[in-house]
């Protein structure tokens, strides 16, 4: 479904951004190979973590690319273990065309393999064009860029039911502190505060970004995802305490901590905007709009709403984002009609297909805002495309897949652990070095 991203905007809020940020206009489309149907009678097979609306709204964009081109496709639907599961149909001789890789720490891993080919000039061009430098960045690896960045991510927004707030009198807060005491009164007017999806261990590596990057600052943060700072560091195990002090409170949680490792993300979004509503808030990225849209009917910005991930202990207000790199492997069958597909994807008007259909954002600056279906979206990307080369990825994507970006493995199983029993941050803290210690040599 949905896995990682991440972008850090130090300094402001993501309201802040939105207010201050210039909208960008939009621009004509660009060839994806020739209208002419060039491609006709060929399959471009693509594969991503994507499954239920994210897959269904890809859908719509693969769809325009067979319109324009004649390029029939066939998604496939890798789940979150997306290295491991190209890893496999590369070895079978099965290899897609096209991935979208969710983690950079797995791009550079395709590329160390030798097993992608650099994008070509046209695509490039549209990136160069397109794009603030820090994604072409992102997307390179010693020096060739590998990487198109199709659809980014805004992860610290904190989802609310305005109804649940309002009839608990509390208005959306500032401070972690504030938060945690706002998702108490919340619980004493019937309701849990959180929603929380600990079956899914991306989301928990998501809550420790943010409560760090605001906690210890930016460049603590860069130093921890290079691991040029160690996970035992002071640094670490406070912002691990300052999560626990969530983790371990029943009232703040629905179901406890027990129904949270039980619960995947579709589901806390259920548990906040579904038909029986158990919870009133829910944290994750700006795609909980697309769940909460599709799945549950949600109007975004008047029954379904965001708060920024507030300040914690008196740092800046993080702002966290990432996003999916479309990539074209060597070994794909049909690797040159890839190409092509990632030269449609870098292009304004393939972004307008999802931006219309929702849950998505573009870090495209010549996507056109107006595209966007609703004003709480529109100025998240607002704020995500004013952020330029401030944009920083998430931790867990940067680092190598077996310790962020592994299910049942690495970062995600010990805050799993954690989550489960989060009364030793110090020794989660050893057993997160020992884990980064080992995938990083690796």
């Not at 609310?160 to 504030?178: E, F, M």
């Not at 019937?190 to 460049?219: H, K, M």
């Not at 700006?286 to 965001?306: E, L, M, N, P, Y």
């Not at 529109?378 to 004013?386: E, F, N, P």
């Amino acid at each position: 479904m949905m896995r990682r991203r991440t972008t850090l905007l130090t300094g402001c809020t993501a309201l802040a951004l939105a207010l201050g940020a210039t909208a960008c206009g939009g621009s004509g489309p660009v060839s994806a190979g020739g209208g002419d149907k060039a491609l006709s009678g060929q399959t471009v097979n693509v594969a991503g973590v994507w499954s239920g609306s994210e897959q269904k709204n890809f859908q719509k964009v693969l769809d325009a690319f067979t319109a324009k081109t004649g390029a029939k496709t066939q998604f496939t639907s890798t789940g979150d273990n997306v290295s491991t599961v190209v890893g496999s149909k590369i070895e079978g001789g099965n290899a897609p065309d096209v991935v979208m890789v969710p983690q950079v720490g797995v791009l550079q891993q395709f590329a160390q393999k030798g097993w992608l080919k650099p994008l070509s000039p046209t695509a490039e061009k549209s990136v160069d064009d397109g794009y603030a430098s820090v994604w072409k960045k992102y997307g390179s690896v010693d020096g060739k860029l590998y990487g198109l960045y199709f659809k980014a991510a805004h992860k610290s927004t904190v989802w609310y039911s305005p109804d649940a707030l309002d009839q608990a009198g509390v208005k959306p807060p500032t401070t972690y502190d504030a938060m945690l005491k706002a998702g108490h009164t919340v619980s004493d007017s019937g309701l849990a505060a959180f929603s929380v999806a600990g079956q899914d261990g991306w989301t928990l590596t998501d809550w420790f970004e943010n409560v760090y990057l605001s906690q210890a600052g930016p460049a603590k943060y860069d130093a921890l995802a290079a691991h040029k700072l160690k996970w035992t560091d002071a640094s670490v195990v406070k912002a691990l305490g300052t999560l626990g002090k969530l983790f371990k409170d029943k009232q703040l949680i629905a179901g406890g901590q027990k129904e949270a490792l039980n619960t995947d993300f579709p589901g806390s979004v259920e548990k906040v905007f579904g038909p029986k509503p158990e919870a009133g808030m829910v944290y994750e990225g700006d795609f909980v709009a697309g769940v909460a849209k599709d799945q549950f009917g949600r109007t975004i910005g008047k029954d379904a709403d965001f708060f920024p991930f507030p300040a914690v202990d008196g740092g800046k207000a993080p702002v966290v984002s990432g996003g999916d790199a479309a990539v074209v492997l060597k070994d794909g069958k049909n690797s040159k009609a890839g190409m092509k597909l990632l030269e449609y994807l870098a292009t304004p008007e393939a972004a307008a297909v999802w931006a219309k259909a929702g849950g998505f954002l573009s870090p495209n600056k010549k996507l056109d805002l107006g595209e966007y279906g609703d004003d709480v979206t529109r100025a998240t990307a607002k704020s995500l495309v004013g952020a330029g080369d401030s944009v920083r990825f998430d931790m867990s994507d940067q680092a190598p897949a077996a310790f962020g970006g592994t299910k049942g493995a690495g970062e995600w199983k010990l805050l799993q652990d954690f989550l489960r029993d989060p009364s030793d941050p110090k020794k989660t803290a050893a057993q997160l070095e020992a884990a980064a210690a080992k995938a990083y040599k690796g």
